[in-house]
């Protein structure tokens, strides 16, 4: 079965986008504390928009926008989603222009995705809808007055037919992994990723079509949570439908992690211990919402399953959503007073600070 899905897989259309394969790479320090073999996917050195698992997912539905003639992308989410940023930083590199719908109910900061969005220069339509089903219908209006003006624009967010192709996208991802494992030996491992949805399907249908002992658990982020094993099963059918194939996938080979609960958007106490605790141990930098989430439960897993079989957690990158939350990451450790004021960095023929007329005060 696994040779008839990488046969499907690659008959699909592909943008030519990204960095692929993305390396696995052994984590010493956190394996050594962890007392068994641990490695990280890095798909958030995908090459685009400082990466992440969006741009191997527009490998596919960029791919497809594109096989059906789209002239133009469309992308939505919430104002540091990582989707949207990741699709117009696609568009760019493809030479299609972009457009996005960003609701601005969970915050609003020229920081992070939208300080990236900001230099690409792409068009963005701010809504207050304050749910992912409105943003998603705000984002089809725009595609209906697009459409009226001569454009062929193609959603490329948060649409069940999106899921489906975001899951074909990690079924081939999980096949890259299995290769990258059995290359250095490893056919019985762990692996985790931040997901209760398309991301985690497209990895479970490729696990399940490979056979052997890779086990892949999600964890949804927080909000997330209820609903979220019918939200895989769904876009594992859908992909399968699309490719064609029929693979028994039941309830119980779903593996999720912790429940999903509070605020999405939001991050907690749990996930911001393990963004610290990575950075320290590996000088990798994880996000406040998927893979922080994600990495606290996996450390929380290996506290009730010892072994020594290895752990493979997915960085589905991310990390640009972290600048915009260091009043929560750093919390109490944030210093009492400014011990210097902000200044204007940009240089020219008037530019009169002070630093400047000292040519030895500062290099690089």
């Given at each position: 079965m696994?040779?008839?899905?990488?046969?499907?897989?690659?008959?699909?259309?592909h943008a030519p986008v990204g960095i692929f394969p993305t390396p696995m790479q052994r984590m010493a320090r956190l394996s050594q504390r962890l007392g068994r073999p641990v490695f990280f996917k890095r798909e958030d050195l995908a090459g685009i928009a400082i990466a992440g698992s969006k741009i191997r997912i527009l490998q596919h539905t960029a791919g497809d926008a594109l096989d059906r003639g789209a002239d133009l992308?469309?992308?939505?989410?919430y104002v540091q989603s990582n989707h949207p940023a990741q699709v117009a930083a696609v568009g760019c590199a493809l030479g299609v222009p972009t457009e996005l719908v960003l609701d601005t109910t969970k915050g609003y900061e020229m920081q992070g995705n939208l300080l990236l969005e900001s230099l690409m220069g792409v068009k963005?339509?701010?809504?207050?809808?304050?749910?992912?089903?409105?943003?998603?219908?705000?984002?089809?209006?725009?595609?209906?007055?697009?459409?009226?003006?001569?454009?062929?624009?193609?959603?490329?967010?948060?649409?069940?037919?999106?899921?489906?192709l975001s899951a074909l996208a990690y079924a081939e991802g999980f096949?890259?992994?299995?290769?990258?494992?059995?290359?250095?030996?490893?056919r019985?491992?762990?692996?985790?990723?931040?997901?209760?949805?398309?991301?985690y399907a497209g990895l479970l249908l490729g696990a399940r079509a490979y056979g052997g002992r890779l086990r892949v658990h999600g964890a949804a982020p927080h909000g997330l949570g209820a609903g979220a094993r019918e939200r895989v099963l769904a876009a594992v059918r859908a992909a399968l439908a699309l490719l064609d194939l029929e693979l028994p996938v039941d309830p119980d080979d779903v593996s999720l992690l912790g429940r999903g609960e509070g605020v999405y958007?939001?991050?907690?106490?749990?996930?911001?211990?393990?963004?610290?605790?990575?950075?320290?141990?590996?000088g990798v930098f994880l996000d406040p919402v998927y893979t922080g989430n994600a990495m606290a439960e996996m450390l929380r897993w290996t506290e009730t399953h010892r072994g020594d079989t290895p752990l493979v957690f997915l960085h589905t990158g991310g990390v640009t959503a972290l600048f915009a939350y260091d009043r929560e990451v750093i919390g109490p450790r944030r210093p009492r007073g400014v011990p210097a004021r902000r200044i204007s960095r940009i240089g020219g023929r008037d530019s009169h600070?002070?630093?400047?007329?000292?040519p030895g005060v500062a290099g690089s």
């Open positions: 696994r040779d008839l899905l990488a046969a499907r897989l690659a008959r699909r259309p992308f469309v992308a939505g989410g963005v339509h701010v809504v207050r809808e304050g749910s992912y089903e409105a943003i998603r219908e705000a984002c089809q209006r725009l595609v209906g007055r697009l459409g009226r003006r001569g454009r062929r624009a193609r959603l490329l967010t948060l649409t069940p037919e999106i899921h489906a096949l890259e992994l299995a290769a990258q494992l059995e290359a250095a030996g490893i019985d491992a762990d692996i985790f990723v931040g997901s209760g949805g398309p991301t958007g939001f991050t907690y106490p749990a996930a911001i211990r393990a963004i610290r605790k990575v950075a320290a141990a590996e600070h002070p630093a400047a007329a000292r």
